[in-house]
Each structure stands twice: as C-alpha cells, then as structure tokens.
Nanobody, 126 residues
C-alpha cells in the first residue's frame, strides 16, 4: 500500500486549499484514514480522521468548522478541504491509513496508523 499526498501550497490567511491523498496498490474502502500535520520544531499532530464509509469524522479542535475531511472510495481518494486558513496552520500535512474490519472506527493517534504518505507542505502567510 502506498499513499500519495498532494495539493499543498502557499496561500494568504483566510484563503483555502484542498489536499488530496491517493491510495495506490490498495483498496481505500478497507482503511480508516486520517490527516496529520507537523510544523517545524513541533511534534506531529492529529488533524482529522474518517471511518471507512465516512459515517464518522472527527477533527482537532482548532480546525473544527474550518476543515472538512472526505473520501471517495470509488476513486481510492481522501481529501481535506481547508478554509479560512491561518498562519498557525502552516505545516507539512501527511495522510495516513490503517486496515480496519469495522465500519464504525476512527483513530486520532498516529501510533494506530500503518501507512503514511510523503507529506505536502502548506504555508499560510499573514
């Protein structure tokens, strides 16, 4: 299984970006998936997670109401729509996945995820 993240870039505060994560050589519908981010000098932190059929979605408090996680299992894709971006959102964003037999499971800890994408940089200028 390979994950490929894309869509990062430079945006002004208040702007929007849409990140994409492609699941290669795997079937995304069998995975719980998530987005994490890591700013320079900081630990990797949870951003959002989504269950296999999108039934459950959870967000880190600071992005709740601004970010939306979604997935299209038919296309083996996951997305993160980021609106009203703030300078503190600046980080490398990573997608992650782990196989799950349950349709009603999500994970907020990076330790639960087995597969990781390479990261895509998001920079928000003030």
């Amino acid at each position: 299984v390979q994950l490929q993240a894309s869509g990062g870039g430079l945006v002004q505060a208040g702007g929007s970006l849409r990140l994409s994560c492609a699941v290669l050589r795997g079937t995304s519908s069998t995975f719980v998936m998530a987005w994490f981010r890591q700013a320079p000098g900081k630990e990797r932190e949870f951003v959002a997670t989504i269950s296999r059929t999108s039934f459950l979605q959870y967000y880190e408090d600071s992005v709740e109401g601004r970010f939306t996680i979604s997935r299209d299992n038919g296309k083996n894709m996951m997305y993160l729509q980021m609106n009203d971006l703030k300078p503190e959102d600046t980080a490398a964003y990573y997608c992650a996945a782990v196989f799950s037999s349950s349709l009603r499971v999500t994970h907020r800890s990076s330790e639960n995820y087995r597969y990781w994408g390479q990261g895509t940089q998001v920079t928000v200028s003030s």
